[in-house]
Structures are given as structure tokens and as C-alpha cells.
């Protein structure tokens, strides 16, 4: 679950690796005076109106932050408005090329999450307002295509990821809270050595040597080099390693918490995602690079995105997630 700006936006970027435009081509794409494609992907496209739907809601969503509007603050050199158009193409060309994939291994929507999309598309309609339906010049239908694609390329997520091993143990997942000392020469590792011998408070004798950016570190396997994690992961809370020599340079720990059990179980599920991201990534990549995408580069120049405050529409997504599967 994703949250932005205190608002709900669940599966705003649907979590797969995608490579943007490998394969795509830009040309001209105006069709007739009302109908402009803007993105084509293997057969199915977007129109310019479809594409302002989320571009519109990305605007919103990301251009403010901590009650700041970004837009005013940080888009004179129009990079933020770049960036909302880049990630609003980014999303529209994978949901169409996992449409395609979703298709051609005969993954498709049941009548329960085609009314739901309904009900959506309907519900996203209603919160508009005036200007804002001028604006985007879409009607229930264009609304309805897009929930349509956005709950297929999740539905196909999800078949390609459901066998995926959700088991993770605490120790392959474990966070551990510490310190550390870290030099680069010998002659300052016999200092620091000393010094702890000696008595010294770990977090004193930290500040004199410490070459690292930080003191306090939290971390699982895999982040510090081998030869620290094994010595770290056998201490006991409140006691210091003797100097661990690597390729690196030269580290001490100090062991805070061995077992930080909240962030380890938020790493578990990180885990799982990667799981699920790399066993997505092996299927989506190989048959990305075999479809057709096209980006009609004059029609997506007028996509404009640097809306006033009377188009403020953010809310597509969690309307997207409020009737998933829903045909009540």
C-alpha cells in the first residue's frame, strides 16, 4: 500500500521492472481532429484525452509534498513537468505491454472485475469537476478502457507471481541495529584498538576515528562485507568486535540490538517483492522486447501537464483500488 500525500494511492506504479521504450518508435500520430493517438503498444493505444487522465493525476499526486506546491517552487526549469510526463508514458506503455502478454497467455478480466472497473470509471467520472472534464474531454467509456488495462496488466502480476515462496526466515530477513568504526590504514586500526581495550566508550572513540558517514547503522545480510556481517550477526547485545580487516578497511561493531524485530519483518516483505519482481522481470522482459511501441512524439508534445489549480483531480488510482473486483 502506497500513500502520497496522506492519500491513499495503492498500485499507482505496478511493481515490475520495465524498460522504457526498448523497441519504441516515434512518429506523427494525428488521426482525425478529435481522436489524436498518443502511445501505441502492439495493436492497442492511447489516446491523447486518455493520456491526460493520468497525467492530470500524476501532477497531482507528486507535485505537492508537505503541504508545498511543488510546481511553483521547483518547476522553473520545467524538470518536474518532465519528470510527470516521463513516468505518465512510463505507466501507459507497461500496462499496454503487459495487456499483451496478459492476452496472449489467456489471462482476462471475469464479469465481477469488469463491473467493478464499471463502477470506477463511473465513480472517477462523478468526482470531476466541470473544468476538469473540459480539460480531459474523456467520457465514462475512455475511463472504463483504462481501469480495464490497469486491473488486467495487475491481474497478470499477479498469475506470474502467486507461486512464489512467501516463507522467509528470521534469519535470512534479520535487521540489526549497531555502530561502527570504520578506517582505512593500520596505524589508525591499532588506535581505535587501543582505545576500546582500554575502556573507551565505543561511541566517544567513534567520534576521534570514525572515517564512515555514520555511526549508527541498521542492516541485514548482504550490506556490509562478508567478513563483518559474520562477525556482527554472532555478537551478543552490548558487546564490540575486535578488529575485522577487509578489502575495504578496517571495521569494529558495536552490537546495539542483534534482533530488530519490527524492521525485520518489514525486510521479509521486501524480500517477497523481490521474489516477485524477479520471477515477473524473467517473463515480462523477454516478451517486452518482441512487441511493437510507438510514441506519436507531435501528440505527446500537447499533452500538457502544467495545469492550473481548477484541474485537481488525483484521485483515478484509489478508485481504482476501492472497486477492484467489485461488482457491487
Excluded at 109 to 117: F, K, R
Excluded at 195 to 216: H, I, M, P, Q, R
Excluded at 269 to 289: C, H, M, N, P, W
Aim: charged share 30%.
Amino acid at each position: 500500500m502506497k500513500w502520497i500525500n496522506g492519500k491513499k494511492a495503492a498500485a499507482v506504479c505496478l511493481g515490475a521492472a520495465f524498460v522504457f521504450c526498448g523497441g519504441c518508435r516515434k512518429g506523427d500520430g494525428i488521426l482525425t481532429p478529435s481522436v489524436r493517438q498518443a502511445l501505441k503498444v502492439d495493436g492497442e493505444s492511447y489516446s491523447l484525452q486518455q493520456a491526460r487522465v493520468y497525467l492530470a493525476n500524476y501532477k497531482n499526486l507528486y507535485g505537492k509534498a508537505a503541504g508545498a506546491d511543488l510546481w511553483q517552487q521547483g518547476n522553473a526549469d520545467g524538470s518536474l513537468e518532465k519528470y510527470v510526463k516521463d513516468l505518465a508514458l512510463f505507466q501507459m506503455a507497461k500496462v499496454l505491454s503487459m495487456d499483451s502478454l496478459a492476452k496472449s497467455r489467456g489471462i482476462e478480466l471475469d464479469e465481477s472485475e469488469e463491473a467493478g472497473m464499471q463502477k470506477a470509471a463511473k465513480s472517477y467520472y462523478a468526482s470531476l469537476e466541470e473544468k476538469e472534464r473540459s480539460f480531459l474531454d474523456v467520457d465514462e467509456a475512455d475511463l472504463e478502457k483504462l481501469y480495464e488495462d490497469y486491473a488486467l496488466a495487475q491481474k497478470l502480476y499477479k498469475s506470474l507471481t502467486a507461486d512464489i515462496n512467501s516463507e522467509v526466515s528470521d534469519d535470512e530477513a534479520r535487521i540489526m541495529d549497531a555502530m561502527q568504526i570504520v578506517v582505512a590504514d593500520k596505524k589508525t586500526a591499532r588506535a581505535v584498538r587501543k582505545a576500546l581495550k582500554e575502556g573507551e566508550d565505543f561511541a566517544t572513540v567513534a567520534s576521534s576515528y570514525n572515517e564512515a558517514e555514520e555511526t549508527k547503522i541498521q542492516f541485514g545480510r548482504g550490506e556490509l562485507p562478508k567478513e563483518v556481517e559474520t562477525a556482527a550477526f554472532a555478537m551478543d547485545n552490548g558487546t564490540a568486535s575486535d578488529c575485522i580487516q577487509t578489502s575495504d578497511g578496517y571495521y569494529f561493531i558495536y552490537c546495539i540490538n542483534k534482533f530488530n524485530q519490527d524492521l525485520t519483518d518489514i525486510h521479509k516483505l521486501k524480500i517477497v517483492q523481490q521474489r516477485e519482481k524477479t520471477a515477473f522481470g524473467d517473463v515480462y522482459d523477454a516478451y517486452s522486447k518482441t512487441i511493437s511501441k510507438k510514441i506519436y512524439d507531435n501528440v505527446w508534445e500537447d499533452a500538457a501537464v502544467g495545469l492550473s489549480e481548477d484541474v485537481a483531480t488525483d484521485r483515478f488510482f484509489e478508485l481504482y483500488q476501492e472497486n477492484c473486483g467489485s461488482a457491487d
